[in-house]
C-alpha cells in the first residue's frame, strides 16, 4: 500500500483529535437500558432514544426468538428474489395500519429509507423543499436525487413560504417538503399544522421523517402527524425501527399505495440490499402492538421529562423548552460540555455532550433524553447528579 496514503489518514486523524472532536466509544457489557453495565460499573443512562423502554422488553425478546425457532436466523437475499417472508408482510402491514397509511416498505435503517425516497420519486423537473435542520440521512438522499433543492430556516414558515413560491417561479413540476417531526437536537416538534397549509396552497407533498417520534409521541404514540393534529395532511412517513420501536434496526417509509408500489419497483437501497432478519421482524411486530397500547409508559415518559426539565431549570441550568422528552442542558463552551459529561460520569450518569460542528458553534451541549425505563428515584438521583457536577465546574 501506499505509504503516502496511511500517512494522509494518520495525519486527518490527528486533527480531529487536535481539535478534540474525536469520538470515543464506551463499551456497555450488558443489555441497553435505564441502568448499564459500562466497564464493571452500573450507570444511569440519560443519552439512548429508548423513550418507552423497550430495548429489552422480555415480551419482545420472546417474540423474536420464537421466529429465529420458526424462520431462522437470516434470509440471505434481498427481497424480490427470496427474502421475503409472511413475516416482513406482516410488519409492513402493522406498520401501515399503525401510522393511518395504504402500506409501508422495510429498509436495513431509515438512514436507508431516507436514502431511497427522494431519488426514488422526483425527477430533475421537481422540487425539494428541505428544513436546515434536518438529519443527515435526509441531507443525504436529497443529494442523491436529481431534483431542484431548496431549504429553508429550520421552523421558519416564512421563509418555507419564500422557498415554495421560488420553486413554482422555478417551474417545477412537484414539490416535496420534508422535515423531521422532532429535531433531535433541539427537540423541538415541527410545525406540522403549519407545513400542512402551506402545502396544500401551494400544492406540495409533505414528508415527515418521525424517528425521534414514532410509537411515544402523539395519541398512541402515532407520532408528530398526531401529535399536532396535522394527519392525513402529512403524506409520506419515514421511520426507524431502532429507537422508541424496540431499538434494534431497520426502518420503514409509509404512505399511499403507488408510492409504496413504485419504492418496491425503483428504491436502491431496497432492491440491492438484504432482507431484515426474522427475529428482527419480528421482535419489531411485537414493539408495535406493545407501543400502540402503552398509554402508561407514554405518560410515565412525559411525568420524567415533565420532572426532569423542572428539576433542573429550578436548579438554575439553562435548557431549551419543548414537549418531547429531549432535554438539552445548554452549556455554550464545547470543552465545558466534556468537562460536563466527564464530571456526571464519575457520579454514575452516562451522558453525551454535543458540540459543533453537530450544533452550531458556541452551542455546546449535553444532550439528554428520558426514558420510561428510569424510575422516579432515578430521575431525582440525575437531578441530584446535575447540580453536584454544575455546582463544581461553576455552571450554576
Ligand atoms: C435516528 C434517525 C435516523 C436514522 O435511523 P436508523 O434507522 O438508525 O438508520 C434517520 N432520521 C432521523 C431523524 C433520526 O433521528
Keep these: 500500500m501506499d505509504s503516502g496514503f496511511l500517512d494522509h489518514v494518520t495525519s486527518v486523524l490527528a486533527e480531529i483529535e487536535a481539535a478534540g472532536l474525536r469520538k470515543v466509544e464506551r463499551e456497555i457489557s450488558g443489555p441497553q437500558g435505564g441502568r448499564i453495565a459500562v466497564g464493571g460499573r452500573e450507570m444511569l443512562n440519560l443519552c439512548a432514544n429508548n423513550y418507552l423502554g423497550l430495548a429489552n422488553h422480555p415480551d419482545i425478546r420472546r417474540a423474536a426468538a420464537g421466529a429465529l425457532d420458526s424462520h431462522g436466523f437470516g434470509m440471505a437475499s434481498v427481497r424480490f428474489i427470496c427474502g421475503t417472508q409472511d413475516l416482513h408482510r406482516e410488519l409492513e402491514q402493522r406498520i401501515a395500519k399503525y401510522l393511518g397509511k395504504d402500506d409501508a416498505i422495510l429498509f436495513a435503517a431509515c438512514f436507508d429509507a431516507n436514502g431511497a425516497l427522494f431519488e426514488t420519486l422526483l425527477g430533475a423537473e421537481d422540487a425539494v423543499i428541505s428544513d436546515s435542520l434536518n438529519h443527515a440521512s435526509i441531507i443525504d438522499g436529497v443529494r442523491l436525487s436529481k431534483a431542484k433543492r431548496y431549504r429553508y430556516d429550520t421552523s421558519d414558515m416564512d421563509a418555507l413560504e419564500t422557498q415554495l413560491k421560488q420553486a413554482e417561479a422555478d417551474g417545477c413540476r412537484f414539490k416535496l417538503i420534508i422535515t423531521d417531526g422532532v429535531f433531535s437536537m433541539d427537540g423541538h416538534v415541527a410545525k406540522l399544522n403549519e407545513i400542512c397549509a402551506l402545502a396544500e396552497r401551494f400544492g406540495a407533498l409533505v ?87 402503552a398509554d402508561d409508559l407514554r405518560a410515565k415518559l412525559a411525568g420524567h421529562a415533565a420532572k426532569f426539565r423542572k428539576g433542573l431549570s429550578e436548579a438554575g441550568f439553562s435548557l431549551i ?32 455532550g454535543f458540540f459543533y460542528p453537530v450544533v452550531p458553534q458556541g452551542k455546546a451541549r449535553i444532550r439528554t433524553q428520558m426514558s420510561a425505563a428510569l424510575t422516579d428515584e432515578d430521575v431525582d438521583f440525575a437531578i441530584a447528579a446535575f447540580g453536584d457536577a454544575g455546582r463544581a465546574l461553576g455552571v450554576i
Design 321 to 352: 423548552d419543548g414537549q418531547t422528552p429531549i432535554i438539552p442542558v445548554m452549556l455554550g463552551d464545547a470543552v465545558l460540555a466534556q468537562n460536563m459529561a466527564k464530571e456526571l460520569d464519575a457520579r454514575g450518569v452516562y451522558v453525551a
Design 207 to 293: 414528508a415527515v421523517d418521525d424517528c425521534h417520534a414514532t410509537g411515544h409521541l402523539g395519541e398512541k404514540g402515532r407520532g408528530t402527524p398526531a401529535l399536532t393534529g396535522a394527519g392525513n395532511g402529512v403524506d409520506i412517513v419515514t421511520g426507524t425501527l431502532g429507537k422508541t420501536l424496540g431499538g434494534s434496526m431497520g426502518g420503514f417509509i409509509a404512505a399511499a399505495q403507488p408510492i409504496i408500489d413504485l419504492l418496491r419497483q425503483r428504491a436502491r437501497p431496497y432492491l440491492f440490499s438484504n432482507s431484515l432478519a426474522p427475529a428482527v421482524a419480528a421482535g419489531s411486530l411485537k414493539a408495535i402492538d406493545i407501543a400502540e397500547e
